[in-house]
Protein backbone atom coordinates (compact mmCIF):
# COMPACT_ATOMS: atom_id res chain seq x y z
CA UNK A 1 0.00 0.00 0.00
CA UNK A 2 1.52 3.48 -1.34
CA UNK A 3 0.44 6.62 -2.17
CA UNK A 4 2.03 8.86 -4.53
CA UNK A 5 1.39 12.72 -4.81
CA UNK A 6 3.28 14.43 -7.97
CA UNK A 7 4.64 18.59 -7.54
CA UNK A 8 6.57 20.86 -9.29
CA UNK A 9 4.98 20.80 -13.00
CA UNK A 10 4.07 23.85 -14.61
CA UNK A 11 4.66 25.77 -18.17
CA UNK A 12 8.23 26.24 -19.12
CA UNK A 13 9.92 27.49 -22.37
CA UNK A 14 11.95 25.86 -24.39
CA UNK A 15 15.17 24.84 -23.06
CA UNK A 16 13.78 26.02 -19.65
CA UNK A 17 14.50 23.60 -16.27
CA UNK A 18 11.71 22.08 -14.10
CA UNK A 19 12.09 19.81 -11.18
CA UNK A 20 9.11 17.57 -10.48
CA UNK A 21 8.93 15.62 -6.82
CA UNK A 22 6.98 12.63 -6.07
CA UNK A 23 6.00 12.26 -2.01
CA UNK A 24 5.37 8.82 -0.88
CA UNK A 25 3.26 7.77 2.36
CA UNK A 26 4.66 4.24 3.49
CA UNK A 27 6.39 2.81 5.72
CA UNK A 28 8.84 0.66 3.62
CA UNK A 29 9.40 3.66 0.44
CA UNK A 30 12.95 1.50 0.27
CA UNK A 31 11.26 -1.51 -0.46
CA UNK A 32 10.12 -0.44 -3.56
CA UNK A 33 11.66 0.56 -7.14
CA UNK A 34 10.60 4.11 -8.72
CA UNK A 35 9.82 4.88 -11.97
CA UNK A 36 8.60 8.46 -13.49
CA UNK A 37 6.13 8.01 -16.70
CA UNK A 38 4.54 10.14 -19.21
CA UNK A 39 1.36 10.49 -21.25
CA UNK A 40 0.31 13.42 -23.74
CA UNK A 41 -2.94 13.77 -25.43
CA UNK A 42 -4.12 10.56 -27.49
CA UNK A 43 -0.98 9.09 -26.41
CA UNK A 44 0.04 6.03 -24.70
CA UNK A 45 1.85 6.25 -21.73
CA UNK A 46 5.21 6.60 -22.16
CA UNK A 47 8.36 5.13 -19.45
CA UNK A 48 10.86 8.19 -18.51
CA UNK A 49 12.86 7.12 -16.25
CA UNK A 50 13.53 4.37 -13.40
CA UNK A 51 15.77 4.13 -10.04
CA UNK A 52 16.22 0.90 -7.72
CA UNK A 53 15.38 0.62 -4.21
CA UNK A 54 18.99 2.47 -2.36
CA UNK A 55 19.20 5.05 -5.64
CA UNK A 56 22.42 3.35 -6.74
CA UNK A 57 20.78 2.11 -9.99
CA UNK A 58 18.85 4.48 -12.60
CA UNK A 59 17.88 3.81 -16.47
CA UNK A 60 16.11 5.80 -18.99
CA UNK A 61 14.49 6.34 -21.81
CA UNK A 62 16.86 7.11 -25.15
CA UNK A 63 14.26 10.71 -25.86
CA UNK A 64 15.32 11.91 -22.36
CA UNK A 65 19.08 10.30 -21.69
CA UNK A 66 21.46 13.12 -20.71
CA UNK A 67 18.50 15.92 -20.09
CA UNK A 68 16.59 14.21 -16.61
CA UNK A 69 18.29 13.25 -14.01
CA UNK A 70 15.74 10.94 -11.71
CA UNK A 71 17.18 10.37 -7.80
CA UNK A 72 15.10 9.65 -4.55
CA UNK A 73 16.02 10.59 -0.92
CA UNK A 74 14.67 7.25 1.26
CA UNK A 75 14.92 9.14 4.49
CA UNK A 76 12.44 11.73 2.72
CA UNK A 77 10.56 9.21 1.32
CA UNK A 78 10.55 11.42 -1.89
CA UNK A 79 11.56 10.82 -5.76
CA UNK A 80 12.65 13.57 -7.68
CA UNK A 81 12.95 14.06 -12.03
CA UNK A 82 15.20 16.72 -12.55
CA UNK A 83 14.17 17.87 -16.39
CA UNK A 84 16.73 20.38 -17.91
CA UNK A 85 16.90 21.51 -21.77
CA UNK A 86 13.16 20.67 -22.01
CA UNK A 87 11.50 20.36 -25.45
CA UNK A 88 8.11 21.21 -26.74
CA UNK A 89 7.66 17.47 -27.01
CA UNK A 90 8.43 16.89 -23.35
CA UNK A 91 4.90 18.14 -22.60
CA UNK A 92 2.98 15.76 -21.27
CA UNK A 93 1.12 14.50 -17.52
CA UNK A 94 3.98 13.11 -15.63
CA UNK A 95 3.26 9.95 -13.60
CA UNK A 96 5.11 8.31 -11.08
CA UNK A 97 5.28 4.90 -10.11
CA UNK A 98 6.31 2.62 -7.37
CA UNK A 99 7.16 -1.24 -7.90
CA UNK A 100 8.73 -4.41 -5.94
CA UNK A 101 10.99 -4.70 -8.76
CA UNK A 102 13.82 -3.35 -10.88
CA UNK A 103 14.00 -2.35 -13.52
CA UNK A 104 10.52 -2.25 -15.35
CA UNK A 105 10.31 0.18 -18.51
CA UNK A 106 5.99 -1.37 -18.97
CA UNK A 107 3.47 0.77 -17.00
CA UNK A 108 1.41 -2.30 -16.47
CA UNK A 109 3.84 -3.74 -14.01
CA UNK A 110 3.93 -0.88 -11.97
CA UNK A 111 1.09 -1.34 -9.30
CA UNK A 112 0.92 2.26 -7.76
CA UNK A 113 0.33 5.48 -8.99
CA UNK A 114 0.11 8.78 -8.42
CA UNK A 115 -2.08 11.36 -9.44
CA UNK A 116 -0.06 13.32 -12.91
CA UNK A 117 1.29 16.52 -12.86
CA UNK A 118 0.78 18.59 -15.73
CA UNK A 119 4.14 19.82 -17.73
CA UNK A 120 3.59 22.16 -20.72
CA UNK A 121 6.60 23.37 -22.76
CA UNK A 122 5.81 26.24 -25.36
CA UNK A 123 7.83 26.88 -28.28
Known amino acids: QVQLVESGGGLVQAGGSLRLTCAAS????????MGWFRQAPGEEREYVAAISWGGGSTNYADSVKGRFTISRDNAKNTVYLQMNSLKPEDTAVYYC????????????????WGQGTQVTVSS
Open 26 to 33: TRTFSSYA
Open 97 to 112: AASRTYSEIDYRRYPY
